[in-house]
């Protein structure tokens, strides 16, 4: 039973996969850290939890990508708002969710994702 759900869902995560590998090619981290660090503390937030909406990395991987962004100049604020959206947020995962949860369940879940991303990061400003 389990086994014929995975097979169901292999072109799916197949597609993800390779959504993520095609993602990471247009937007590299180092064009993330120039574009945010230039920018307004408020555009940057935004635009950082944007990016991270449509970019899905591993968690393994998006720690010390955002330790990058923070040593490369990029403020605290919108590297929590990447990193959060980027874990919480999916928008390349969104096709997948919608078929197996419904859309009603994946639009509220991934839209109040995104507002409680926005306020983790600046709960972190004040913190850090």
């Known amino acids: 039973m389990a086994f ?11 597609s993800i996969i390779f959504m993520i590998g095609l993602i990471l090619t247009i937007l590299p981290p180092e064009n993330i850290a120039t574009f945010v660090g230039s920018q307004p503390l408020i555009i940057a937030t935004v635009a950082s939890a944007a990016f ?11 720690f010390p990508l955002v330790g990058t962004l923070v040593n490369a100049g990029v403020s605290v604020i ?10 919480m947020v999916g928008v390349v995962t969104f096709p997948l969710e919608k078929r197996e949860f419904g859309l009603k369940f994946t639009a509220a879940r991934n839209g109040l994702s995104f ?6 990061a600046m709960v972190m400003g004040v913190i850090i």
Do not use: D, R
């Open 4 to 14: 014929g759900m995975g097979k169901g869902m292999l072109g799916s995560i197949l």
């Open 78 to 87: 919108p590297s929590v708002a990447f990193l959060t959206t980027l874990t």
């Open 52 to 62: 991270g909406t449509i970019t899905l990395i591993p968690a393994f991987i998006a």
């Open 115 to 120: 507002i409680f991303a926005i306020i983790i």
